[in-house]
């Protein structure tokens, strides 16, 4: 089953309008069908007599249909007609058949025999051909068509036995694709603005009228027969054959039509010149391939031959018109002349010679005459024959100036010889003749002239000869004329040198007429003699007088690489070099030496110049490398460098280091100290540091460190004591000297170890503990601890206070207690002393068991400060058989506070961010119990100090303020909050900030301004006080940005640009700058800069893309006078110089469509942008309406 065949898409249908519009009925029951032909498309039928009719669109054929139906269709293989009817208008359509409709057992419907067999469904844009005489059955018809497609590789339908049909469609489609392809290439080249009109038919044979129409039919006949033979020898191995055949054929037709065209006319024939014009070959084209091939205009190839018909014939001229005028031909000469007509590179015969004979006209311009022989008086020419051009030449006219040397001549023979001798003439004089020949019909042109003279005596002596400039290797001489001799005599130079190194005399060098000459490859800075000789043709004159030149001495060589002369010292060295081996021919009068520090050799100094050959180089950095070079100079001029010599200085010990400082706070029995590199290096980097700490005697010092480190830290130390230390560096060149002497104190130390404590009991609940002040270590004791229990090894503090002696109480009867004592300074807590035993004899109140701080939720009034206050609660203990009255609260350096019976207190008046130790004791009418154990608290700090406010960033119109340490992005949690106040104009200061962030960015001020600001940071403690002021000012404000310039084409090449004007800024004058850029790949220039808001433009470049834009300049006035402040550039406009020309078409399909290219500026991007985004937003904003709240 073959494959469906694929669609007719809408512009490869058929569309056979049979605009049956409206159909006419005539009584005899007959109906006229009007076939509408449409533009571009051609219509063909066979009449009645047999021959082919081709009707071209637009156009309407009526056709007779006797019953009014549609007349039948034939339609390729796989398609089928259907017949639509629309608003009253019938049409035929040609569309796929289904594969339903093509049973395997039906046979294809078999085209026409004159059907084309290889055209394929997609290419059907044809009208079908109706018979216009009487009957309904269609006749044979040839399908005109337009091939917009190859359909070579289309798929063949192998199914009954129709496979030899496919492949002949396939081959003759490969071949008609050759042609047309060879057709197009033609009209490519003869004319690309012209569209080809469609190819008349898919066979190779192309019908065409010829004159007769015997000629016609038989050509016809033969396409016929030949269409005939290609059906019968379907699938024979002759089909390419075949092909090429058809190809030929389809030349000859048209070498046929372009052979016939007619022989020239001859016309207004001259000497020199004559018109030909011929008649254009006219042809009847039946065929639309070889009408649109033929339908190029023709050109003419015009040949001539003045040998006779059978000699060679030259092309002269090639052109598309019926006629034109030869020139340049030979007088009095015959020609054969022809034609040859070309079209698309076809050409066609020959057509017949026609012969002619130019006229007689005067001689050609005879040749300048020449001496056969000379004297002091006379001068004897001879001339030769020249061309008659067909009359006899009857005269030679010879002339001359008579010596005079002007360009008026007089004749001085006129004969028909060809000599003549000129006599009674002057010696050693100039004369110049010309020649001119003449016949019946006129003279011709006057020879070249030429000069001759007459025989003289020998020139006189010259003068030497002087020099014009020297050189190293040349000399340039020039001498005048000897003097008595005339200025057009014929003297000729012979210059002399003489070497005297060579031994060889005097050798001539120049041989001339010329008064200058130059001598080169000589030797520098040498001496050479010169003498002149002049001669004529009557012999030589005597030699000038001899002069001598030198010739320049050259450069001189590079002197030796320079050397260091004895030792290399840290700040100085000698060097010393040795002189050029070629002077250059002159002695060397001066050197130069050029020194650079380091290894690169970027910067050169001259450090000497002189005539010495040894320098000395001083003021040098210790271990630094130095580069130096040598040049001369003399009178040739200056040397080449001399090779580069390297110089290290050595290094030396490194000077004194700046004091050591402490790292921190001292401790007791350590110190922490740092010190930087010194100063001066010595040239080598520091490897060790020693630290030594002196004695006081300051003879034996102690080293504490040595090492490469910055920093150490001294340990064992005694607390309270003061140190001296002192520092050194060293490289490899040893230690340098040592810094200055740095005292520095340890901290205070932990006071030594009390003696025992002396117990006495007082009561059955008290008893008085005693002690003595131990060593403090460099800090006052300024509390002692004492520690009392049950337990040995489990006590608890019971006194902490300055005093020598306390009294325990609240003790149980009977009862041993131990206790022990401590002393403390600001260092800390010493040693405690030996553990005391001793025993109550009676019983006092019970301590405290619970005793604890309040926080601020647990109170019902708050605390007035929290850096001053503490709030603490207890239990009430047991009181052993008496009310307790009152309790004591004790909390470290001050007295105990006695309060009454209440269990929780307020301790006011204390120190901020202070640790304190709180114990309770309770007290009966006995006497006072023992203190509760002890708890710390710790006061809050006071509010913080404000930070220093820096300005980090500063425009015209904003300030970047940063303050404290931390970064951009503060948590809102943190513990500091930051207040920031501006000043404003009535001098009172307002709220910016508030809030945890260490920067803000002041916005919407005025440019040129100091503003003045203050800061204060706040706590859970409160607001701390305000800092001091601080002033910033804001910059100037630039220009604000210029609108897209407009551009205004005056000429092809003349532009005017202009823009909007700014107005003038705080007085501050503006100027503008506008810049263009040529191209795509190049950089934007400035072309102007001035006040005016337009600027012309002129030498433009034609075809060529410009770029302009334009920036407002500020023009600020300061300290130092006016300064440029250059505001932001506009957007580019685009200007494309093109020549204006008119578009031409020859074809009225075709139309031209110019692009323009446009830019978007900045503004109507954003704008674009903005409203893109927009849109998007109102889009989620309804899908999120309806499908998720819904």
């Given at each position: 089953?073959?494959?469906?065949?694929?669609?007719?898409?809408?512009?490869?249908?058929?569309?056979?309008?049979?605009?049956?519009?409206?159909?006419?009925?005539?009584g005899d029951?007959?109906?006229?069908?009007?076939?509408?032909v449409?533009?571009g498309?051609?219509?063909?039928?066979?009449?009645?007599?047999?021959q082919?009719?081709?009707?071209t669109?637009p156009?309407?054929?009526?056709?007779?249909?006797?019953?009014?139906?549609?007349?039948?269709?034939?339609?390729?293989?796989?398609?089928?007609?259907?017949?639509?009817?629309?608003?009253?208008?019938?049409?035929?359509?040609?569309?796929?058949?289904?594969?339903?409709?093509h049973?395997?057992?039906?046979?294809?419907i078999?085209?026409?025999?004159?059907?084309?067999t290889?055209?394929?469904?997609?290419?059907?844009?044809?009208h079908?051909?109706?018979?216009?005489?009487?009957g309904?059955?269609?006749?044979q018809y040839?399908?005109?068509?337009?091939?917009?497609h190859?359909?070579?590789?289309?798929?063949?339908?192998?199914?009954?036995?129709?496979?030899?049909?496919i492949?002949?469609?396939?081959?003759?489609?490969?071949?008609?694709d050759?042609?047309?392809?060879?057709?197009?290439?033609?009209?490519?080249?003869?004319?690309?603005?012209?569209?080809?009109?469609?190819?008349?038919?898919?066979?190779k044979?192309?019908?065409?009228?010829l004159?007769s129409?015997?000629?016609?039919?038989?050509?016809?006949?033969?396409?016929?027969?030949?269409?005939?033979?290609?059906?019968?020898k379907?699938?024979?191995?002759?089909?390419?054959?075949?092909?090429?055949?058809?190809?030929?054929?389809?030349?000859?037709?048209?070498?046929?039509?372009?052979?016939s065209?007619?022989?020239?006319?001859?016309?207004?024939?001259?000497?020199r010149?004559?018109v030909?014009?011929?008649?254009?070959?006219?042809a009847?084209?039946?065929?639309?391939?070889?009408?649109?091939?033929l339908s190029?205009p023709?050109?003419?190839?015009v040949?001539?031959?003045?040998g006779?018909?059978?000699?060679?014939?030259?092309?002269?001229?090639?052109?598309?018109?019926?006629?034109?005028?030869?020139q340049?031909?030979?007088?009095?000469?015959?020609?054969?002349?022809?034609?040859?007509?070309?079209?698309?590179?076809?050409?066609?015969?020959?057509?017949?010679?026609?012969?002619?004979?130019?006229?007689?006209?005067?001689?050609?311009?005879?040749?300048?005459p020449?001496?056969?022989?000379?004297?002091?008086?006379?001068?004897?020419?001879?001339?030769?024959v020249?061309?008659?051009?067909?009359?006899?030449?009857?005269?030679?006219?010879?002339?001359?100036?008579?010596?005079?040397?002007?360009?008026e001549f007089?004749?001085?023979?006129?004969?028909?010889?060809?000599?003549?001798?000129v006599?009674?003439l002057?010696?050693?004089?100039?004369?110049?003749f010309?020649?001119?020949?003449k016949?019946?019909l006129?003279?011709?042109?006057?020879?070249?002239?030429?000069?001759?003279?007459?025989?003289?005596?020998?020139?006189?002596?010259?003068?030497?000869?002087?020099l014009?400039k020297?050189g190293?290797t040349?000399?340039?001489l020039?001498?005048?004329k000897?003097?008595g001799?005339?200025?057009?005599?014929?003297?000729?130079?012979i210059?002399?040198?003489?070497?005297?190194?060579?031994?060889?005399?005097?050798?001539p060098?120049?041989?001339?007429?010329?008064?200058?000459?130059?001598?080169k490859?000589?030797?520098?800075?040498?001496?050479?003699?010169?003498k002149?000789?002049?001669?004529?043709?009557?012999?030589?004159?005597?030699?000038?007088?001899?002069a001598?030149?030198?010739?320049?001495?050259?450069?001189?060589?590079?002197?030796?690489?320079?050397?260091?002369?004895g030792?290399?010292?840290?700040?100085n060295?000698?060097?010393?070099?040795?002189?050029?081996?070629?002077?250059?021919?002159?002695?060397?009068?001066?050197?130069?030496?050029?020194?650079?520090e380091g290894?690169?050799?970027?910067?050169?100094?001259?450090?000497?110049s002189?005539?010495?050959?040894?320098?000395?180089?001083?003021?040098?950095?210790?271990?630094?490398?130095?580069?130096?070079?040598?040049?001369?100079?003399?009178?040739g001029?200056?040397?080449?460098?001399?090779?580069t010599?390297?110089?290290?200085?050595?290094?030396?010990?490194?000077?004194?280091?700046?004091?050591?400082?402490l790292?921190?706070?001292?401790?007791?029995?350590?110190?922490?100290?740092r010190?930087?590199?010194?100063?001066?290096?010595?040239?080598?980097?520091?490897?060790?540091?020693?630290?030594?700490?002196?004695a006081?005697?300051?003879?034996?010092p102690k080293?504490v460190y040595q090492?490469?480190?910055t920093?150490?830290?001294?340990s064992?130390l005694?607390?309270?004591?003061?140190?001296?230390?002192?520092?050194?560096?060293?490289?490899?060149?040893?230690?340098g000297?040592?810094?200055?002497?740095?005292?520095?104190?340890?901290?205070?130390?932990?006071?030594?170890?009390?003696?025992?404590?002396?117990?006495?009991?007082?009561?059955?609940?008290?008893?008085?503990?005693s002690?003595?002040?131990?060593?403090?270590?460099g800090?006052?004791?300024?509390?002692?601890?004492?520690?009392?229990g049950?337990?040995?090894?489990?006590?608890?503090?019971?006194?902490?206070?300055p005093g020598?002696?306390?009294?325990?109480?609240?003790?149980?009867?009977?009862?041993?207690?131990?206790?022990?004592?401590?002393?403390?300074?600001?260092a800390?807590?010493?040693?405690?002393?030996?553990?005391?035993?001793?025993?109550?004899?009676?019983?006092?109140?019970?301590?405290?068991g619970?005793?604890?701080?309040?926080?601020?939720?647990?109170?019902?009034?708050?605390?007035?400060?929290?850096?001053?206050c503490?709030?603490?609660?207890?239990?009430?203990?047991?009181?052993h058989?008496?009310?307790?009255?009152?309790?004591?609260?004790?909390?470290?350096?001050?007295?105990?506070?006695?309060?009454?019976?209440?269990?929780?207190?307020?301790?006011?008046?204390?120190?901020?961010?202070?640790?304190?130790?709180?114990?309770v004791?309770?007290i009966?009418?006995?006497?006072t119990?023992?203190?509760?154990?002890?708890?710390?608290a710790?006061?809050?700090?006071?509010?913080?100090?404000?930070?220093?406010?820096?300005?980090?960033?500063?425009?015209?119109?904003?300030?970047?303020?940063?303050?404290?340490?931390?970064?951009?992005?503060t948590?809102?949690?943190?513990?500091?909050?930051?207040?920031?106040?501006?000043?404003?104009?009535?001098?009172?200061?307002?709220?910016?900030?508030?809030?945890?962030?260490?920067?803000?960015k002041?916005?919407?001020?005025?440019e040129?301004?100091?503003?003045?600001f203050?800061?204060?940071?706040?706590?859970?403690?409160?607001?701390?006080?305000?800092?001091?002021?601080?002033?910033?000012?804001?910059?100037?404000?630039?220009p604000s940005?210029?609108?897209?310039?407009?551009l205004?084409q005056l000429?092809e090449?003349?532009c005017?640009?202009?823009?909007?004007?700014?107005?003038a800024m705080?007085?501050?004058?503006?100027?503008?700058?506008v810049?263009?850029m040529?191209?795509?790949?190049?950089?934007?220039?400035?072309?102007?800069?001035g006040?005016?808001?337009?600027?012309?433009?002129?030498?433009?470049?034609?075809?060529?893309?410009?770029?302009?834009?334009?920036?407002?300049?500020?023009q600020?006035?300061?300290?130092?006078?006016?300064?440029?402040?250059?505001?932001?550039?506009?957007?580019?406009?685009?200007?494309?110089?093109q020549?204006n020309?008119?578009p031409?078409?020859?074809?009225?399909d075709?139309t031209?469509?110019?692009?323009?290219?446009?830019?978007?500026?900045?503004?109507?991007?954003?704008?674009?942008?903005?409203?893109l985004?927009a849109?998007?937003?109102v889009?989620?904003?309804?899908i999120?309406?309806?499908?998720?709240?819904?």
């Amino acid at each position: 089953m073959a494959e469906n065949p694929p669609p007719l898409d809408a512009t490869s249908r058929l569309n056979v309008d049979l605009s049956l519009l409206p159909p006419l009925v005539n009584g005899d029951g007959t109906q006229v069908i009007l076939v509408q032909v449409n533009p571009g498309e051609t219509f063909t039928i066979r009449r009645e007599d047999g021959q082919l009719q081709c009707i071209t669109g637009p156009a309407q054929v009526p056709m007779v249909s006797p019953n009014g139906s549609v007349p039948p269709i034939y339609v390729p293989p796989g398609y089928v007609s259907q017949v639509i009817e629309e608003n009253g208008v019938r049409r035929v359509l040609v569309l796929p058949q289904q594969p339903e409709f093509h049973p395997g057992s039906h046979p294809p419907i078999h085209p026409h025999p004159y059907m084309p067999t290889f055209l394929h469904p997609p290419v059907l844009q044809h009208h079908q051909m109706y018979s216009t005489g009487p009957g309904d059955v269609a006749t044979q018809y040839v399908p005109q068509h337009h091939p917009p497609h190859s359909y070579a590789d289309q798929e063949s339908h192998p199914a009954h036995g129709r496979s030899n049909y496919i492949h002949r469609d396939e081959r003759t489609s490969k071949a008609y694709d050759r042609l047309q392809k060879k057709l197009k290439e033609r009209q490519a080249n003869g004319s690309k603005d012209k569209i080809s009109s469609p190819s008349s038919s898919p066979h190779k044979c192309h019908f065409v009228s010829l004159t007769s129409e015997q000629n016609e039919q038989g050509i016809l006949e033969k396409c016929i027969e030949k269409n005939k033979q290609d059906d019968e020898k379907e699938g024979t191995p002759e089909k390419d054959a075949k092909i090429s055949a058809d190809e030929d054929a389809d030349k000859k037709v048209i070498e046929a039509v372009l052979s016939s065209v007619s022989k020239p006319m001859v016309s207004d024939i001259q000497a020199r010149t004559v018109v030909l014009t011929w008649a254009t070959p006219s042809a009847t084209v039946k065929d639309d391939a070889a009408s649109d091939f033929l339908s190029e205009p023709y050109s003419y190839e015009v040949a001539i031959s003045n040998g006779g018909k059978d000699e060679k014939f030259k092309v002269v001229n090639v052109g598309k018109d019926e006629g034109v005028t030869l020139q340049d031909l030979k007088p009095a000469t015959d020609y054969h002349a022809r034609v040859q007509a070309v079209c698309n590179l076809i050409r066609g015969s020959p057509s017949e010679s026609e012969s002619f004979r130019t006229l007689c006209s005067e001689p050609d311009t005879p040749m300048a005459p020449r001496v056969i022989n000379r004297t002091k008086h006379s001068l004897s020419l001879q001339w030769k024959v020249t061309c008659d051009n067909g009359s006899k030449i009857s005269n030679y006219i010879l002339e001359w100036d008579e010596g005079k040397g002007s360009n008026e001549f007089s004749q001085c023979y006129s004969g028909p010889q060809k000599q003549f001798k000129v006599t009674k003439l002057s010696p050693a004089v100039a004369y110049r003749f010309k020649l001119a020949a003449k016949n019946e019909l006129g003279m011709s042109g006057f020879s070249e002239e030429v000069v001759f003279y007459t025989s003289g005596s020998v020139p006189p002596t010259p003068a030497a000869p002087q020099l014009i400039k020297a050189g190293v290797t040349w000399l340039s001489l020039h001498w005048s004329k000897p003097s008595g001799t005339l200025s057009d005599e014929g003297i000729c130079y012979i210059l002399e040198m003489e070497d005297e190194t060579s031994g060889y005399g005097f050798k001539p060098k120049y041989d001339g007429e010329d008064l200058a000459s130059t001598l080169k490859n000589l030797r520098r800075s040498s001496t050479y003699k010169f003498k002149v000789i002049a001669y004529n043709s009557e012999g030589k004159s005597n030699p000038s007088e001899v002069a001598e030149f030198t010739t320049h001495p050259d450069n001189p060589g590079s002197p030796s690489k320079p050397l260091v002369k004895g030792k290399i010292h840290a700040h100085n060295f000698k060097i010393t070099w040795e002189p050029p081996k070629d002077n250059g021919g002159s002695a060397i009068t001066k050197y130069v030496v050029e020194m650079s520090e380091g290894v690169n050799g970027n910067e050169w100094d001259i450090v000497y110049s002189g005539s010495a050959r040894e320098h000395v180089c001083d003021h040098l950095n210790p271990g630094s490398t130095y580069q130096l070079h040598v040049y001369c100079i003399s009178k040739g001029g200056q040397s080449l460098v001399s090779e580069t010599l390297q110089v290290q200085t050595p290094a030396v010990p490194p000077g004194p280091c700046q004091p050591p400082r402490l790292v921190g706070k001292p401790r007791a029995r350590e110190l922490q100290l740092r010190w930087g590199q010194p100063p001066v290096i010595g040239g080598s980097q520091v490897i060790c540091f020693k630290l030594e700490m002196p004695a006081s005697d300051l003879n034996d010092p102690k080293e504490v460190y040595q090492g490469s480190d910055t920093e150490c830290t001294i340990s064992n130390l005694l607390p309270g004591r003061m140190y001296s230390f002192r520092l050194r560096a060293a490289n490899k060149a040893g230690y340098g000297p040592f810094s200055e002497k740095c005292e520095i104190c340890t901290a205070a130390g932990c006071p030594d170890q009390c003696k025992a404590p002396h117990v006495t009991c007082k009561t059955a609940t008290c008893v008085h503990v005693s002690w003595t002040v131990p060593a403090d270590n460099g800090a006052e004791v300024t509390e002692y601890r004492l520690e009392w229990g049950v337990v040995e090894g489990v006590m608890q503090i019971c006194y902490c206070g300055p005093g020598l002696g306390y009294e325990v109480k609240g003790l149980s009867p009977a009862t041993t207690y131990f206790c022990r004592v401590q002393a403390l300074n600001i260092a800390g807590a010493g040693p405690f002393s030996d553990v005391v035993l001793c025993m109550t004899p009676a019983s006092v109140p019970a301590a405290v068991g619970f005793l604890q701080v309040m926080d601020d939720d647990q109170l019902d009034v708050p605390l007035e400060s929290q850096s001053t206050c503490l709030a603490i609660e207890w239990e009430e203990p047991c009181d052993h058989g008496s009310e307790i009255t009152s309790y004591s609260i004790d909390f470290g350096e001050r007295q105990p506070i006695i309060v009454d019976r209440s269990t929780s207190y307020v301790i006011q008046n204390l120190q901020p961010d202070t640790t304190y130790r709180l114990r309770v004791q309770a007290i009966n009418s006995i006497g006072t119990g023992p203190f509760s154990h002890t708890i710390k608290a710790k006061t809050k700090p006071l509010p913080p100090e404000p930070p220093r406010i820096e300005c980090v960033a500063s425009t015209h119109q904003i300030l970047k303020l940063k303050w404290g340490e931390g970064t951009a992005k503060t948590l809102a949690s943190d513990a500091i909050q930051y207040v920031l106040q501006m000043e404003d104009k009535n001098g009172r200061y307002s709220t910016l900030y508030k809030g945890p962030c260490h920067t803000y960015k002041v916005q919407r001020l005025s440019e040129s301004t100091y503003y003045r600001f203050k800061i204060q940071a706040c706590n859970e403690a409160g607001e701390g006080p305000f800092s001091e002021v601080y002033t910033f000012m804001t910059t100037i404000s630039p220009p604000s940005p210029l609108k897209a310039p407009r551009l205004e084409q005056l000429k092809e090449n003349v532009c005017d640009l202009n823009w909007e004007p700014l107005p003038a800024m705080k007085g501050d004058p503006i100027v503008y700058s506008v810049q263009a850029m040529v191209g795509k790949d190049s950089e934007f220039k400035q072309i102007y800069k001035g006040p005016e808001t337009t600027f012309q433009i002129s030498n433009l470049q034609l075809n060529c893309e410009y770029r302009f834009r334009v920036c407002a300049i500020r023009q600020c006035q300061g300290t130092q006078g006016f300064h440029d402040l250059v505001g932001p550039y506009s957007a580019t406009v685009t200007l494309y110089s093109q020549r204006n020309e008119t578009p031409t078409s020859n074809s009225k399909d075709t139309t031209e469509a110019t692009k323009t290219a446009q830019t978007l500026s900045d503004e109507q991007c954003a704008a674009l942008i903005l409203a893109l985004f927009a849109v998007v937003s109102v889009l989620i904003a309804f899908i999120v309406q309806y499908f998720v709240i819904k």
